[in-house]
């Protein structure tokens, strides 16, 4: 009975006491888990709350937080900077395979999926007991088929490719948790990009790098390296307040035995509402040609060629065509070492910013400490990112027209 008026109060605090049928939706508030990158933490937190999620709490490149299906729903697609949202199941302290073994046969799976589902396993383990993470997926797959094979008569598939159902197993040391991965495919898989580039940044990564530079969405956005676009695509969304996941069409709940297919559309429709008509100006300069034709075809396939402009021109023969205050987001080579085209590169980046970029905040991510060090602008902030495994530094340049002291 507390937790129903616990649930209504909620209900009433955030405006969606609708009708009945609303409120037998909320009957059922759980644990859930958004993964993120590192240093995202604080904003995932941020976007969480904005959905209404309650109980948020951080951790190391995750988020914990509570909600009913519908905030599980939303927060598949409407987070721009979490990987997969994960509704832990069951938590056991196990102490070799064969007690994890146990565990998985003793679930009770045929709650979430049934025998002619297909599924796939994805563990990580830390500690000296459990070692192998592909061991540790088989001996949780063979706990499910058997417990299938025992009530049903036949067993669902294990299928790498396309699976229905997605499990998350974590083992740290001796606790063991068994989770339902509520997205499938990671949720930077937007859908835009039909044609690939070469090393094309994460969404979740670019999303994410945008709303840290904390762009006010009303300057007009520049990325002058764009490449396939990605830092373009995700502020566009940012400005126009689309949910990024808005288009995509594949969820791992929607194989779940409790998909709710009209919660979804409500909330769909809900979302679509809430798009906003704003027209900052989202450029981007591609120099290569055949790169540029990919990103060209990108933007017009997802119908945002009114809003996304491309250019096939190099960054370094440009300038800014106005004395407006103007947002820029580089993603220059990396390279391994600085070498003297490395060094030519950013040292250029740094020259065009100061002589043809007036009034403009200007955020470069490198993992090339070296190759920052020769843009040779004072930098006004720093923030520690990792793209992938590389250590990374996002920094903010803030170019003037004339000297800083005369705009203080």
Same mark, same amino acid.
């Given at each position: ?36 990158f590192y240093g995202f933490e604080d904003i995932l937190c941020e976007e969480l709350k904005k959905i209404d999620a309650i109980g ?63 599924? +796939? #396993? ?8 459990? %070692?192998? *993470? /592909?061991?540790? @997926?088989? &001996? ?25 159902? +997605? #499990? ?8 063991? %948790?068994? *989770? /339902?991965?509520? @997205?499938? &495919? ?167 910013l100061k002589q043809k970029y007036q009034n403009t905040n200007a955020w470069i991510i490198s993992s090339n400490f070296e190759a ?37």
């Amino acid at each position: 009975m507390l937790k129903l008026i616990i649930i209504w109060i909620h209900c009433i605090q955030y405006g969606k006491v609708k009708d009945e049928k609303y409120l037998n939706r909320m009957k059922e508030i759980f644990q859930m888990s958004a993964k993120t990158f590192y240093g995202f933490e604080d904003i995932l937190c941020e976007e969480l709350k904005k959905i209404d999620a309650i109980g948020v709490f951080k951790s190391n490149r995750i988020v914990h937080f509570k909600g009913d299906k519908e905030i599980m729903y939303k927060a598949n697609l409407c987070l721009r900077t979490a990987l997969k949202i994960l509704l832990p199941i069951a938590k056991r302290k196990i102490s070799n395979y064969e007690s994890l073994y146990k565990f998985s046969f003793d679930f009770e799976w045929e709650k979430y999926f049934n025998k002619d589902s297909s599924f +796939y #396993i994805n563990s990580v383990c830390f500690g000296k007991v459990f %070692t192998h *993470s /592909l061991f540790v @997926s088989q &001996r949780v797959k063979d706990g499910i088929v058997d417990r299938f094979r025992k009530l049903k008569g036949s067993r669902p598939i294990v299928d790498k490719s396309n699976p229905d159902i +997605y #499990i998350d197993v974590h083992i740290d040391n001796n606790y063991c %948790t068994l *989770s /339902l991965n509520s @997205s499938g &495919r990671n949720l930077n898989q937007r859908g835009y990009r039909k044609k690939n580039t070469e090393a094309p940044l994460n969404e979740v990564l670019a999303s994410g790098l945008i709303l840290i530079s904390n762009w006010n969405k009303k300057d007009d956005f520049l990325d002058p390296m764009c490449g396939g676009g990605t830092f373009l695509f995700e502020a566009c969304m940012i400005a126009k307040n689309i949910p990024p996941n808005l288009n995509r069409k594949n969820f791992a709940f929607k194989k779940w035995n409790d998909w709710d297919q009209d919660l979804f559309i409500d909330i769909s429709k809900s979302l679509t509402k809430k798009i906003r008509d704003t027209n900052p100006k989202i450029i981007g300069f591609e120099k290569s040609s055949n790169t540029f034709k990919k990103l060209d075809f990108n933007v017009k396939n997802s119908n945002l060629s009114d809003f996304i402009s491309v250019s096939n021109i190099d960054f370094f023969n440009s300038k800014k065509d106005s004395k407006e205050n103007l947002h820029v987001v580089i993603n220059p080579p990396y390279g391994v070492r600085i070498g003297k085209e490395l060094e030519k590169i950013y040292s250029l980046i740094g020259d065009t910013l100061k002589q043809k970029y007036q009034n403009t905040n200007a955020w470069i991510i490198s993992s090339n400490f070296e190759a920052i060090k020769r843009i040779g602008l004072k930098p006004s902030k720093k923030v520690k990112i990792y793209n992938g495994k590389l250590e990374s530094k996002f920094i903010k340049y803030e170019i003037y027209e004339g000297s800083k002291k005369n705009k203080i």
